[in-house]
C-alpha cells in the first residue's frame, strides 16, 4: 500500500490534560484497588488440618492416575501417545503383547516422574482411550525422589482411591468410539 492511499487514517495523539500527565488517575484507581483488599475478610486455610475447596474438580490438575475399564483392567493400550505428547518427558511405558483378546497390547510398565511432571495436562488430551486423568489431589509429598516416581501400581491405586469422589472426566462428556477419536486424530 502507498502511504498515500486513501484507505491509511492517520491518527493524531490526543492531547493530556493535567490529571493524566499527573497519573492521578492511575494513583487513584490504585489506591481504591488496595483499599477494597483491606475492608475485604481474610480468608485462611490451615493446613493440612483443613482442606482448601476447589472450585472445579473436573478441570484441576493434580496427581495422575490410570484408569481402569469395565472388568477391572487398566485402560491404557500401550500407544505411547501421552509419552509423545509430554513436553517434560517425564513418561516412560514398556509395552508388552495383551493378554485379552480386544486389544493389541497394554503397558507392562507404566511410569510418572511426578518431580518432574509440569502438569500440563497434554498427556490428558492425548489419550484416544481416556486411560490417563490428572486428579484433584494436589497433596503431593515424598521423603525421596523413588517415592515421587509413580509406577502403574501406585498409578491405579490412585484410580482406586479417587473413583467414587471424582469419575472419570470421559463419563461426563458425550462418550466416542475410539477408532472416532482417532480417525478424527
Known amino acids: 500500500m502507498k502511504p498515500d492511499h486513501p484507505d491509511i487514517q492517520i491518527l493524531e495523539e490526543p492531547e493530556l490534560g493535567l490529571a493524566e500527565r499527573m497519573y492521578l488517575p492511575l494513583f487513584v484507581d490504585g489506591l481504591t484497588t488496595t483499599a477494597k ?3 475485604r475478610p481474610k480468608v485462611t486455610t490451615q493446613f493440612p488440618e483443613e482442606h482448601p475447596e476447589i472450585g472445579n474438580p ?14 477391572g483392567r487398566v485402560k491404557c493400550v500401550a500407544c505411547f501417545l501421552c509419552a509423545t505428547a ?3 518427558r517425564c513418561i516412560d511405558i514398556v509395552a508388552a503383547p495383551s493378554p485379552w483378546p480386544d486389544r493389541d497390547k497394554y503397558p507392562e510398565s507404566f511410569t510418572i516422574d511426578e518431580l518432574r511432571c509440569i502438569y500440563c495436562g497434554m498427556c490428558e488430551e492425548a489419550c484416544p482411550v481416556d486411560a490417563i486423568e490428572l486428579t484433584s489431589l494436589f497433596d503431593l509429598t515424598g521423603r525421596s525422589r523413588e517415592e515421587m516416581i509413580f509406577d502403574k501400581e501406585k498409578l491405579l491405586s490412585v484410580y482406586d482411591k479417587t473413583k467414587d469422589s471424582e469419575p472419570m472426566k ?3 462428556h458425550s462418550t466416542l468410539r475410539v477408532e472416532d477419536r482417532l480417525e478424527r486424530g
Not at 478441570?59 to 490410570?66: A, E
Open 37 to 39: 483488599y483491606l475492608v
Open 58 to 71: 473436573l478441570i484441576y490438575r493434580g496427581v495422575h492416575r490410570l484408569n481402569r475399564d469395565e472388568q
Open 86 to 88: 509430554c513436553p517434560a
Open 170 to 172: 470421559s463419563a461426563s
